[in-house]
Structure formats: C-alpha cells, structure tokens
C-alpha cells in the first residue's frame, strides 16, 4: 500500500505541499524477508518445506478459530432462545400455556397420521404386487394344463386329457378300473395345485 502511495502521490499529498518534500517511508522494491526458523543461505527445498509447514500451521488456526467461533455463535443463540421462552413462559397465562399445547399436540397427530398414511399405502402396494404375482401364477398353472390336455388329446384310446393314455379295453370292468386310475392321478394333482395355491398365500 505504500508503494503504491509513493507512485501515486499526486492522489494523497494535498495541495501546496511539494511531493518532493515527503520521504520515502520504505525503498519500493520489498525485500525479502527470510523464512522464520531458517538461516539466510537455505536451500528451496528448506525454504518449500518451512512455507509447507507455516501453511498447514495456518490451516489449523483457521479451523479452529471457525469451530470456536461456530460453537460461540450457537451457544449465544441458544442461551438467547432459552432466555425468549422462559420469559414468555413466565409472562404467559394458563390458557395461553394451553392453546401452546393443544397447537403442539394437534402437529404431532397431523405427524403421526402422515407415517400412517405412508405406511399403509405401502402395505396396499405390497399386497396389489403379490396378488399379481400370484395371478401369473395361477396363469401360467392353467396354461401349462391347457397344453397338456391339448396334447393327451390328440393321443388314441379317448383318455382323459393331461394324463397318460390307456389303452382300449374291451371289458368294462377294466375300463372302470382304468377309470378309477385316472381320477385317483387327477385328485393327486389338484391336491398337488392346492398345496402350491396354499404355499403362495
């Protein structure tokens, strides 16, 4: 600042005084001033090692003094807020006291409901996506009967479709007996559903 003073002095001499007249208070070129700890012949390396050092020196005062000037400010504030309400505590009525806490209350329950609502609408989300889940299921369950009864009934002998074949009897008793089979394979696989569709729930 002073040199620039010195350049510029027809900006700060008032008038009537000659520039002449005011003396240099430094030389303009600065000098040098050497390194804190270091002697006058140091090396860079010395010299980049010290700057390092009084750099991270610099760095751990500035945080600190923003910590502690952060944990002053909140203190002050907080010590302020506590003071405000003691007061108006204090200067406070019972029914005002009282409207504070109905307000207070009615929030919370306004809180409490919202989590509810979410809640359950997760729960109707969860439970539309499983009942999907379960309806391509069962889809896919009578699909894959529908295919297998489309192919027993292209087989000879007139079987009940989706089971194996029997072949053609002449006697009734066992075609009845044959009969009896084939309900006993059927019951077995409904069960069979059943217990999957049981499973799913």
């Not at 072949?167 to 006993?184: F, H, I, M, Q």
Request: proline content about 6%.
């Amino acid at each position: 600042m002073r040199m620039y003073i010195q350049e510029h002095q027809l900006e700060f001499i008032p008038e009537g005084v000659d520039p002449c007249a005011v003396a240099p208070v430094e030389p303009l070129t600065p000098v040098e001033a050497p390194e804190p700890g270091l002697a006058p012949g140091a090396s860079d390396e010395e010299v980049w090692k010290a700057r390092e050092r009084d750099r991270n020196r610099r760095g751990l005062q500035w945080a600190y003094e923003t910590f502690e000037g952060t944990y002053t400010v909140a203190k002050r504030s907080t010590m302020g807020a506590i003071e405000l309400v003691k007061e108006a505590w204090e200067q406070s009525s019972s029914t005002t006291i009282l409207w504070f806490v109905i307000v207070a209350l009615v929030f919370s329950n306004l809180w409490t409901l919202s989590l509810v609502g979410k809640r359950e609408e997760a729960g109707r989300r969860k439970a539309a996506k499983k009942a999907v889940e379960k309806e391509k299921w069962v889809q896919e369950v009578v699909h894959s009967i529908w295919e297998e009864m489309s192919i027993g009934g292209a087989r000879p002998g007139g079987s009940v479709p989706g089971l194996p074949s029997e072949p053609a009897v002449s006697n009734w008793r066992e075609e009845v007996a044959g009969l009896r089979k084939t309900l006993d394979a059927v019951e077995d696989r409904v069960r069979l559903i059943r217990e999957s569709l049981d499973a799913l729930d």
